[in-house]
């Protein structure tokens, strides 16, 4: 079964410390990963979208490494703020024949503390 | 950019009666719609995939007759929660595919919060 993990469920930081999420998966052969940023009652944010062949990608403040041996991607957040306070979704879609199917893990929820 | 908008963005309704959540893309054509739902504080389980003019694909557990979809139009689809009941409630996203510069790009709607009461 292809499934997506996020660990910590939770995680609070002072403000300008670095954050570090975790996402995990179960099946290596991957199309991409994608990381999503989720505010409160609202829709998805899309960050970064790591294909297969790549092993990061960075935007701004954020940066996010794949390593499909090992079943994992990272998403780093560098001196974090409050407006970094959010639920950060890993999803990823195995393989070209899911389609755009997308799995996606059971989020990590950040506060950042003034 | 892709823009998808969902209305109602919330609604709450009596159980047994019915529920229509629309998702449109507003400034390109979707050939797929996805539809999810979030029960609180768990992520996104996808629902179904719609493809404009034949019949949506649900996933596994998911019931059909309960949860419409339709999707008559490149710019639209919608999902019917019938007969809803308290349990139905949870907040319903859906996203839709387009292609640009020969990439898949997924873009997400706002989300729709259904209360049953």
């Known amino acids: 079964k292809q499934e997506v993990t996020q660990i910590p469920a939770a995680l609070s930081v002072p403000e300008g410390e670095n954050l570090v999420l975790n996402c995990s998966f179960t099946d290596s052969a991957i199309y991409n990963l994608q990381w999503f940023r989720q505010d409160p009652g609202k829709g998805l944010t899309s960050l970064l979208l790591i294909q297969s062949s790549q092993r990061e990608q960075t935007s701004g403040r954020l940066n996010a490494s794949l390593d499909k041996s090992s079943g994992r991607s990272t998403l780093y957040i560098a001196a974090s703020q409050p407006g970094d306070s959010a639920t950060y979704l890993c999803a990823v879609r195995f393989g070209w024949a899911a389609g755009n199917k997308l799995t996606f893990g059971g989020g990590t929820r950040v506060l950042v503390k003034p | 950019g892709a823009v998808v908008s969902q209305h109602p963005s919330w609604v709450i309704c009596k159980s047994g009666t019915s529920v229509k959540i629309e998702c449109r893309s507003l400034?390109?054509?979707?050939?797929?719609m996805f539809w999810y739902r979030q029960f609180p504080k768990q992520s996104l389980m996808l629902m179904a995939t719609?493809?404009?003019?034949?019949?949506?694909?649900?996933e596994q557990g998911v019931e059909k007759d309960k949860f419409l979809i339709n999707h008559a139009s490149l710019t639209l689809s919608t999902l019917t929660v019938t007969s809803a009941h308290p349990e139905d409630s949870s907040f319903y996203i859906c996203?839709?595919?387009?292609?640009?510069?020969?990439?898949?790009?997924?873009?997400f709607g706002a989300g729709s919060r259904l209360t049953v009461l």
């Open positions: 719609s493809n404009e003019g034949s019949k949506a694909t649900y």
């Open positions: 996203s839709a595919r387009t292609v640009k510069a020969g990439a898949n790009v997924l873009t």
């Open positions: 400034d390109f054509q979707a050939t797929t």
